[in-house]
């Protein structure tokens, strides 16, 4: 018995050993790099082992050998710079993915530009077949086209390159669109028109409509025809747009190096979407929905939607996305005072203030974070005011303002002091300096516009995004913005708000993380925590400003498997 006793714990350590042998090896190793782990306690490491998904050990170039056999994958950085994966923190999805299928107006520099990509456009389709393009921003343009209302054209110019195609472009913030003739016929638009509430149809000095369209109430006057054209469709051409857009858009995050994304606004269809690909593996970037539903219908359908962690937290449904305002670029941001350029309009409110108390009032009570657009000092004042009612009772809510665009300096002490997140895209500020001073003034733009400094001084939380496709999706320009304020011809918009490096890198990582409710499993390069990494070939953290810009993702990592490796470096 003794020595079938002692056999048995001979086979028992055997397998013991051997278990732990399995457990001890790495399948990836990084190795030879400067890897910045955006963890205060650890610092900066020299390599990096994962075991399936997760990270196992981070340390010195010495320490990870024990973990290499093999069977491990190593991958020599030869001194490039890893850090978290990128998480964009308020971007659009499927936006990002659609911008694809649509005319990209995003690089245009004049209104004849435009014209042309849609006259381009018109000659290869249908009579009766819709154009649809995104991106152009009249303050961006070299020259103000004429005639105009405000910098906006007229819809002429476009009813001329497509005469037989009704026309959308939207606007590059999303909050205003230019139609043609033949989208206005469609949906009966006539002087008569009146404005919806919440938006407005921009008209010449005789009451005739432009073309223009300013916020989503007023939008959706032509885009209720597009809706109807989509939806000849059948159900099955439907999600397999809506899937390959979702591709699409999943490729380009892993090309830019962005792990995590938090995706401001989608529907219960689009979540449903969602769900069935993170279930058959098929999404591999880590989704934080925002739901962007009316109240009613969040109210009947949350219980079978509120998700946190879902699909080794690839999935996240648990906040809500509303609007108080439009933006700046079109003066929809909804300002305390008149815009200088235009005294006799202070921007919109787009949602009436009941509902907004009402949406935060049921948000408290189901556990859901409320992710509110608020781009406007007013808009945020009034945002802050909602909040504050609830969050004294609570302020571990992590409650969101999107944007914090321009804030009336009583509002900064407003965010910390109420556990609000500022959810801010720090490429807005470099995109938008050319016409902030003229909306703001000189003033209001020095105490107010992208305050980054001032809210990181009374302790508030940023995180950061590309607002994508209102932006490229580009991390690298986005950090860049944040460090140096800087503008195409090299001026800085107003230095003193910069974001030192090591700031602004917590910003796109650590910072996103915690204000999904992930920062236990992301967002940092730690022991334990999923395997999600990008490599990038210069170190943001110190090279010269002018070298930020040249830095090129080498490798995407997610959940411990490459997903992007750049083949031309």
């Not at 989503?216 to 109807?228: G, K, N, Q, T, V």
């Not at 965010?415 to 807005?428: C, D, E, K």
């Not at 700031?503 to 992930?518: D, H, M, R, V, W």
Request: with cysteine; net charge negative.
């Amino acid at each position: 018995m003794k020595y079938f006793t002692a056999f048995f714990l001979l086979i028992f350590a055997a397998l013991i050993l051997s278990s732990c042998s399995d457990t001890n090896y790495a399948d990836l190793v990084f190795i030879n790099g400067t890897i910045y782990t955006v963890d205060d306690e650890i610092g900066t490491v020299q390599a990096l082992a994962i075991d399936a998904d997760t990270i196992m050990f981070v340390g010195t170039a010495e320490e990870i050998k024990d973990f290499i056999d093999d069977d491990t994958k190593v991958i020599d950085l030869n001194g490039a710079t890893a850090i978290p994966g990128f998480t964009d923190s308020h971007a659009h999805f499927l936006g990002l993915g659609e911008l694809k299928l649509k005319i990209d107006l995003l690089d245009t520099k004049s209104w004849d530009e435009v014209v042309e990509l849609v006259r381009k456009s018109a000659e290869e389709k249908e009579i009766g077949e819709w154009i649809i393009g995104r991106g152009w921003h009249q303050e961006k343009w070299s020259d103000i086209p004429e005639p105009n209302v405000n910098g906006y054209p007229y819809h002429y110019d476009l009813t001329k390159a497509a005469p037989n195609n009704p026309v959308i472009l939207s606007h590059a913030s999303g909050h205003a669109i230019i139609v043609n003739e033949a989208a206005m016929k469609l949906a009966g638009i006539e002087k008569t028109t009146l404005d919806p509430i919440g938006g407005k149809i921009v008209r010449d000095k005789n009451g005739n409509p432009i073309g223009v369209f300013e916020e989503e109430s007023a939008e959706a006057l032509i885009r209720i025809h597009y809706d109807e054209y989509l939806n000849q469709r059948s159900p099955e051409e439907i999600a397999e747009d809506k899937i390959a857009a979702i591709f699409s858009a999943q490729k380009e995050c892993f090309e830019n190096g962005i792990t995590s994304f938090h995706d401001a606004g989608a529907t219960f269809e689009t979540i449903d979407v969602y769900k069935m690909l993170v279930d058959s593996h098929e999404l591999k970037i880590r989704l934080n929905v925002m739901i962007g539903e009316d109240n009613q219908t969040i109210r009947e359908k949350i219980d079978d939607y509120w998700l946190r962690g879902y699909g080794d937290h690839h999935l996240n449904v648990s906040s809500i996305k509303k609007y108080v305002d439009g933006a700046l670029g079109s003066r929809g941001a909804w300002m305390l005072e008149p815009y200088s350029d235009l005294p006799t309009h202070s921007g919109l409110n787009v949602t009436s203030i009941d509902e907004l108390e009402e949406t935060a009032e049921f948000a408290f009570e189901n556990d859901l974070q409320l992710c509110t657009h608020a781009i406007g000092d007013k808009g945020n004042r009034v945002m802050l005011d909602i909040y504050e009612k609830l969050l004294a009772q609570n302020t571990d809510r992590r409650w969101r303002i999107e944007h914090a665009q321009h804030l009336n300096p009583a509002e900064v002490e407003r965010f910390p002091a109420n556990g609000v997140i500022a959810s801010m895209q720090t490429v807005h500020c470099t995109s938008d300096a050319v016409f902030v001073e003229k909306r703001l003034g000189e003033k209001r733009a020095e105490e107010g516009a992208y305050v980054w400094r001032k809210l990181l001084e009374k302790g508030a939380l940023i995180c950061n995004g590309t607002d994508a496709p209102v932006e490229r999706i580009n991390p690298i320009q986005n950090f860049y913005a944040a460090v140096t304020r800087k503008l195409d011809d090299g001026s800085e918009f107003y230095p003193a708000q910069k974001m030192t490096r090591a700031e602004a890198l917590k910003s796109y990582t650590i910072n996103g993380a915690y204000s999904s409710f992930q920062e236990d499993v992301l967002g940092s390069l730690k022991t334990g925590k999923y395997a999600d990494i990008t490599v990038l070939s210069k170190d943001i953290l110190t090279v010269p400003e002018e070298e930020i810009l040249d830095t090129k993702i080498l490798y995407t990592v997610s959940g411990g498997k490459i997903v992007f490796k750049n083949d031309t470096n």
